[in-house]
């Protein structure tokens, strides 16, 4: 009498209606974010594993020299005539184009 029956409500199209904006927000991260960034790791990784000696590279720091020994996580870079430096190689920004370094 006084209580009303009770009804399940059903999933109604302006439920599901309601969840397409955050889905798309997040195909728009993964596009947008995500998925470049990944992609730009998976380079500098591979560009890190072909290092060799000789290569002229430029690190996060700064400096700029031609690799002299590769190990698994330093590497040497001479930077002037009989200066050589230790860094990490993950600190390697980029591989410079062969000749970029004339003094050296």
């Keep these: 009498m006084l209580?009303?029956?009770a009804y399940a409500a059903s999933a109604t199209t302006s439920d599901i209606m309601s969840?397409?904006?955050m889905?798309?927000?997040f195909v728009l991260f993964y596009f947008m974010l995500i998925r470049p960034q990944v992609k730009?790791?998976?380079q500098h990784k591979a560009m890190l594993e072909a290092l060799k000696a000789?290569?002229?590279v430029a690190t996060t720091g700064g400096i700029v020299g031609k690799v002299t020994k590769v190990g698994d996580s330093f590497i040497s870079i001479e930077i002037a005539?009989?200066?050589v430096v230790n860094v990490q190689k993950h600190t390697v920004q980029t591989l410079l184009?062969?000749?970029t370094i004339k003094s050296i």
């Design 19 to 21: 969840f397409v904006p």
């Design 40 to 42: 730009q790791a998976k």
């Design 97 to 99: 184009p062969p000749g």
């Design 81 to 83: 005539a009989s200066t």
């Design 3 to 5: 209580i009303s029956n």
């Design 54 to 56: 000789g290569d002229e």
């Design 23 to 25: 889905i798309v927000i």
